[in-house]
Nanobody, 129 residues
Framework: QVQLVESGGGLVQAGDSLSVSCVAS????????ISWFRQAPGKGREVVAA????????YYADSVKGRFTISRDNSKNAVSLQMNSLKPEDTAVYYC??????????????????????WGQGTQVTVSS
C-alpha cells in the first residue's frame, strides 16, 4: 500500500508563485507514474501535470504549460509542482495520484482518479485577483 500526502497550498495573489509537494510512503517501489490533478469549485477534476517515477517524461495541460513545472526527488519519494504566474482560475484543490504502471501522454491527459491506484487528500490553492 502507498500513502500520498500533499502539502504547500495556500493563498497567494495573481502573478505569484507557489510550490506544492506530494510525499509518498509505504510500498513506494510499486509507483511508476504520478499526476497532479486539480478541482476548482463547481468544476470537474482535471489533470494538470504528470511525470514518470523513474524516467524523464513529463506532460502538462495546455492551461498550465509554460507556467507549471513538475519534478520528482526519488531520494525523498516526493513529487513537486512549481506554479508560476498564478491566475485566479488556478484556484482549486490540488491532488496527487500514483499508479503502478505507465501512461502515455494521450492517456495521461484524459485520465481520471479512477485510473490511479493511490491518491492523497489534496491541498487548497487560492489565487486572489
Amino acid at each position: 500500500q502507498v500513502q500520498l500526502v500533499e502539502s504547500g497550498g495556500g493563498l497567494v495573489q495573481a502573478g505569484d508563485s507557489l510550490s506544492v509537494s506530494c510525499v509518498a510512503s509505504g510500498r513506494t517501489s510499486g509507483i511508476y507514474f504520478i499526476s497532479w490533478f486539480r478541482q476548482a469549485p463547481g468544476k470537474g477534476r482535471e489533470v494538470v501535470a504528470a511525470i514518470t517515477w523513474y524516467g524523464g517524461s513529463r506532460y502538462y495541460a495546455d492551461s498550465v504549460k509554460g507556467r507549471f513545472t513538475i519534478s520528482r526527488d526519488n531520494s525523498k519519494n516526493a513529487v513537486s509542482l512549481q506554479m508560476n504566474s498564478l491566475k485566479p482560475e488556478d484556484t482549486a484543490v490540488y491532488y496527487c495520484a500514483a499508479r503502478r504502471s505507465n501512461l502515455n501522454e494521450a492517456a495521461a491527459r484524459r485520465s481520471s482518479l479512477n485510473d490511479y491506484d493511490y491518491w492523497g487528500q489534496g491541498t487548497q490553492v487560492t489565487v486572489s485577483s
